[in-house]
């Protein structure tokens, strides 16, 4: 079982920034994928960016493609997701969750967090 964490969200303007984190609670944390994605009220879960765990490939939505950016620290056991010139639409819970294969499918992934909001003003 792996526990994840996420911290960082909150309410910014449109055109700010916002760096989420999401904390394992494994050990083995390199062995997994990590992706984002977000959900905003009515909307299904969207696929927002995904990592592979040496931190050497990461691969995004093209709505955030180019503004959100990826990385991860093993050593701490977390990834974070940094967001830059956000926008009103980018407004949701974002998730992140764990996969031993790299995927962008939700049902794949093995383990979620709780989510952490993220609200951007216009």
């Known amino acids: 079982q792996v526990l994840l964490v996420e911290s960082g969200g909150g309410l910014v303007q449109a055109g700010a920034s916002l760096r989420v984190s999401c904390t394992a609670s494994r050990a083995s944390f390199s062995i997994y994928a990590m992706a984002w994605f977000r959900q905003s009220p009515g909307k299904e879960r969207e696929f927002v960016g995904l990592i592979n765990g040496n931190g050497r490939y990461a691969s995004y939505a093209d709505s955030v493609k180019d503004r959100f950016t990826l990385t991860r620290d093993n050593a701490k056991n977390t990834v974070y997701l940094q967001m830059n010139s956000l926008k009103p639409e980018d407004t949701a819970v974002y998730y992140c969750?764990?996969?031993?294969?790299?995927?962008?499918?939700?049902?794949?992934?093995?383990?979620w967090g709780q989510g952490t909001q993220v609200t951007v003003s216009s």
């Open positions: 969750a764990a996969s031993r294969i790299p995927t962008t499918t939700p049902r794949q992934f093995e383990f």
